[in-house]
């Protein structure tokens, strides 16, 4: 695999933002393969990552996808969170929102708990 270094976008260089200062967004971070936009929630902290090439399908970006469990993880250390705890939720089918190619890793406020005995009764 290529090595990528992300790197931390300056609030000034938020397009999208145009001195919004209410939005959710805290940090964006990039490389020449990803995007990660960093937002806060009530009560966490979300972790939104896309690579940065797409295609043009009837006027609209169709960001690629394939993101590895391996890049994820690199991602996540080097936007400073290399001691934290982050998941991928996966909801019921009736809740889904797949809208685009885009990974989403919460941050947790602790180390899960290993919960086998409860999955193996299942």
Not at 29 to 34: G, H, I, L, P, T
Not at 51 to 60: L, Q
Not at 68 to 90: R, S
Request: proline residues 5%; aromatic residues 10%.
């Amino acid at each position: 695999m290529i090595p990528f270094k992300m790197l931390e976008v300056s609030r000034d260089k938020w397009d999208h933002l145009n001195g919004n200062p209410n939005s959710d967004l805290i940090k964006v971070f990039k490389s020449d393969r990803f995007l990660v936009q960093i937002r806060k929630h009530k009560d966490s902290v979300r972790l939104s990552i896309n690579k940065v090439k797409y295609t043009i399908v009837n006027g609209n970006p169709i960001w690629h996808d394939a993101i590895t469990w391996d890049e994820l993880q690199e991602i996540k250390n080097q936007c400073g969170y290399e001691n934290f705890w982050l998941c991928e939720y996966y909801p019921p089918k009736d809740s889904v929102v797949n809208v685009a190619n885009i990974r989403h890793l919460w941050v947790m406020d602790k180390e899960p708990e290993n919960r086998l005995d409860k999955v193996n009764n299942l």
